[in-house]
């Protein structure tokens, strides 16, 4: 059958109508499906430490997402890691998927450090030993560091001479593990290791017994001692001295190569003495001698209620310091020099050998430890039984370890007197 043209072109025009409805249709389709979850972005990147959000219409385009669609839509984040105690999520990349029945669409989360650590009450200057080079984290104990993820302390070490003493201008750094850094410059001071005893000079009675303290500072806190003459005083790894013969004995402790002595004086075992075991004021236990109570023979006055008259006597105290004096210059040594603030200190202690004839205190503490002035080394000397200073200055020269004492190098003393009994106090500024 042969068409006219004018059917032809009619029929052109419907099957174009047909093609422009059928590609509507499809058009719609599409869109529908497409549009069943909208995202406002494709990504999100929150900076480490930032709380993740829940919601999720924050990742919905609202205005393209069917608002009875939006209860809904899922949201899952089991992708994500957070570290233990934490809850916001660790540095690293992600994917959370929000579904609606079997459409998905994926957001990309990105976590991401990038704030420097803070230096937390930053100091300006440190301190080490010379000798050693420090490590990181000795230094991460010096220098507080604000940064939510790990940090490490690093000093430029090549600024600084670790085997010479001086101070060193050089720079500091905490930094993370996403490489952000804070740099501060810093002083760094190099210093000789230091060794000090608590006493430089004391005096026991055979089988008398003390413990010497030691503070260190540098970097092995390990002290050695030894004694210069075991047959005198033995001293063990604590520093534990114990008399053995009358004498004088040097103990020497030793750490970082740096040196502090301390000199002993021991003193014959008194008859009819008694030894305890009692503790120092570091609450150490101690062997401690206690000589017979002797009478005095000064001949004092008594009180109506019969006891023993005793007063201070500065005037014999003076001239008890002025015979000491006299037996340094016989020697070629300096003159010591009075000192009012030991005097002080002697008349208590003069007092106390009243009730006990020891350099113990009665309360059980370090005499050495009442000493008000400044001074590297101390040493007393105590003794009863005469009103004479004379008498009492000659049986501490008849004394090997009262008389070292007395010539000793010591720059000020005082002597008190109570009763009959007499204590010298000396020390070096």
């Not at 990742?59 to 992708?79: F, W």
């Not at 440190?126 to 690093?154: A, I, N, R, Y």
């Not at 005037?315 to 009075?338: C, I, M, P, T, V």
């Not at 008000?372 to 008849?398: C, D, F, H, R, Y």
Request: glycine share 4%; aromatic share 6%; hydrophobic share 35%.
């Amino acid at each position: 059958m042969k068409l006219k043209r004018d059917d032809i072109s009619q029929k052109n025009i419907w099957i174009m109508i047909v093609g422009a409805i059928i590609i509507l249709l499809t058009i719609t389709i599409l869109r529908n499906k497409s549009q069943a979850i909208v995202l406002k972005n494709k990504s999100l990147t929150l900076e480490y430490g930032e709380l993740l959000s829940m919601e999720i219409t924050d990742y919905l385009d609202l205005d393209q997402t069917k608002k009875e669609m939006i209860s809904d839509i899922k949201m899952d984040t089991s992708a994500i890691i957070y570290e233990n105690g934490k809850d916001y999520p660790a540095i690293g990349n992600y994917k959370i998927i929000l579904s609606y029945k079997n459409e998905k669409a994926t957001l990309q989360l990105y976590v991401k450090d990038t704030i420097a650590p803070v230096f937390k009450d930053f100091i300006t200057e440190v301190e080490f030993m010379k000798g050693k080079q420090p490590s990181d984290e000795e230094l991460k104990t010096l220098l507080s560091v604000e940064d939510l993820d790990e940090t490490t302390v690093h000093i430029d070490h090549s600024r600084v001479d670790y085997t010479k003493v001086g101070v060193y201008q050089t720079t500091v750094t905490a930094s993370d593990s996403s490489h952000n850094k804070e740099v501060k410059d810093i002083m760094v001071n190099i210093s000789e290791p230091t060794l000090r005893l608590d006493k430089t000079n004391a005096t026991l009675y055979e089988e008398e017994n003390l413990i010497l303290k030691a503070e260190v500072k540098g970097n092995d806190s390990k002290v050695t001692f030894q004694s210069s003459d075991t047959s005198i005083v033995v001293v063990n790894t604590q520093g534990r001295v114990t008399a053995i013969k009358s004498g004088t004995a040097t103990i020497i402790a030793e750490a970082n190569g740096v040196q502090a002595k301390c000199q002993i004086t021991v003193e014959s075992l008194p008859n009819g003495a008694t030894k305890t075991i009692e503790k120092d004021n570091q609450g150490n236990q101690v062997t401690v001698v206690k000589p017979p109570k002797m009478k005095d023979h000064s001949s004092p006055s008594l009180h109506e209620s019969g006891e023993t008259d005793r007063s201070y006597d500065l005037a014999s105290a003076k001239e008890a310091f002025q015979l000491q004096n006299r037996e340094r210059a016989k020697q070629g040594l300096a003159a010591l020099q009075w000192s009012d603030s030991l005097y002080e200190t002697a008349k208590i202690r003069a007092k106390e050998i009243v009730t006990q004839f020891s350099h113990t205190r009665p309360n059980g503490g370090d005499i050495f430890d009442m000493i008000q002035i400044s001074w590297k080394s101390a040493g007393e000397n105590i003794g009863m039984g005469t009103p004479l200073a004379s008498s009492m200055v000659n049986m501490w020269m008849n004394s090997a370890g009262h008389k070292a004492n007395i010539l000793a190098d010591n720059t000020h003393a005082a002597v008190a007197k109570y009763g009959n009994y007499w204590v010298t106090i000396f020390v070096k500024q």
